[in-house]
């Protein structure tokens, strides 16, 4: 059974940073996809960055410049660098795996709450 289990959420200043952690436990095998994804009140979740198995990252445009999603392979855990924190940051982040290939698993976070006050 995989499972993530995430960390780093907080309260930070406008302009600040935080780091955002997700480690997965179980088999989660040599095809997938990890990302983070966040939802404000109110609002849909929507995708903030994803990283696959050969390394290749996306994100969103509203983060392009100021968060950098990464992983330790060894740890089985993916990170969230955000920087240049803004209040519109704010909102409920959850970690994602999609498992694929001989089987096809998605497996969510928790979720940790990261607000940015102005």
């Known amino acids: 059974q995989v499972q993530l289990v995430e960390s780093g959420g907080g309260l930070v200043q406008a302009g600040g940073s935080l780091r955002l952690s997700c480690a997965a436990s179980?088999?989660?095998?040599?095809?997938?996809?990890m990302g983070w994804y966040r939802q404000a009140p109110g609002k849909q979740r929507d995708m903030v960055a994803t990283?696959?198995?050969?390394?290749?990252?996306n994100y969103a445009d509203s983060v392009k410049g100021r968060f950098t999603i990464f992983r330790d392979n060894a740890k089985n855990t993916v990170y969230l660098q955000m920087n240049s924190l803004k209040p519109e940051d704010t909102a409920v982040y959850y970690c994602?795996?999609?498992?694929?290939?001989?089987?096809?698993?998605?497996?969510w976070g928790q979720g940790t709450l990261v607000t940015v006050s102005s």
């Open positions: 994602k795996i999609v498992i694929y290939g001989s089987r096809y698993l998605e497996v």
């Open positions: 179980g088999s989660i095998g040599s095809n997938y996809v």
């Open positions: 990283i696959n198995t050969g390394g290749s990252t």
